[in-house]
Every structure is written in structure tokens, then in C-alpha cells.
């Protein structure tokens, strides 16, 4: 069964920090390479970050880079998401994506599975 489950969004203030979650069946964690992308009112899906969910290997929008952190524990088939420094820009429905077959953050169309997404609302 294919599954991905979002948690911890939230409203936070500017300069804040969240963590997402994302709970992913063996079958969908499995296929090694997993994502979060964002999307804001009336602008495009945006790629966060990616990672091998393997050797742990990590990339991310420059957007973000220095202030979020994405990370795995294989033991609960979860993917994580740390988000610190939290700007009003980061404002977003955020999704968990997996089931591409290389680690990207340009292209959406690259992951099969998709969560329902989980809202974070940064305020100034």
C-alpha cells in the first residue's frame, strides 16, 4: 500500500523553527529517494529538498539552504524535515514526496507518491 502521512505544521513567528514528518509505508520509503516540495497561494511548486534515503545524502533549494535540514530514520520509515530561521516567505502547504529514481529538486513530475500536505504559516 502506498502512503505517505505529513505532520507538524503549524503557524510559527518569523524567525521560528518547525520540524515536518512524514510517515512513509515500507513500500514508498523503499524506493530510495524522497523529497519535500512547497507550494504558496498562486505560485508553483517549489522543490525544498531532497534526499537518499540510502547514504543519507542531502540537496537543497538555495532558498533554503543554511536554515532547513532534511533527514531520515530508517528504523521508523520517516522522512523529517527541520526548518529554522522561519521567514514569512516560507509559507506554504509543504508535501512529502517519493518514489523518484534520483534525488531532485527541480521537477515534481520526477516523484510518483505524494502526501496530503501539511500547512506552515510563518507571520512577521
Known amino acids: 500500500q502506498v502512503q505517505l502521512v505529513e505532520s507538524g505544521g503549524g503557524s510559527v513567528q518569523a524567525g521560528g523553527s518547525l520540524r515536518l514528518s512524514c510517515a512513509a509505508s515500507?513500500?514508498?520509503?523503499?524506493?530510495?529517494?524522497m523529497a519535500w516540495f512547497r507550494q504558496a497561494p498562486g505560485k508553483a511548486c517549489e522543490g525544498v529538498a531532497c534526499?537518499?534515503?540510502?547514504?543519507?545524502?542531502?540537496r537543497y533549494a538555495a532558498s533554503v539552504a543554511g536554515r532547513f535540514t532534511i533527514s531520515r530514520d530508517n528504523a521508523k520509515n520517516t522522512l523529517y524535515l527541520q526548518m529554522n530561521s522561519l521567514k514569512p516567505e516560507d509559507t506554504a502547504v509543504y508535501y512529502c514526496?517519493?518514489?523518484?529514481?534520483?534525488?531532485?529538486?527541480?521537477?515534481?513530475?520526477?516523484?510518483?507518491?505524494w502526501g496530503q500536505g501539511t500547512q506552515v504559516t510563518v507571520s512577521s
Open positions: 514526496a517519493a518514489g523518484a529514481d534520483y534525488c531532485s529538486t527541480t521537477f515534481p513530475s520526477a516523484y510518483n507518491y
Open positions: 515500507d513500500y514508498t520509503y523503499n524506493r530510495y529517494y
Open positions: 534526499i537518499d534515503t540510502r547514504a543519507g545524502s542531502a
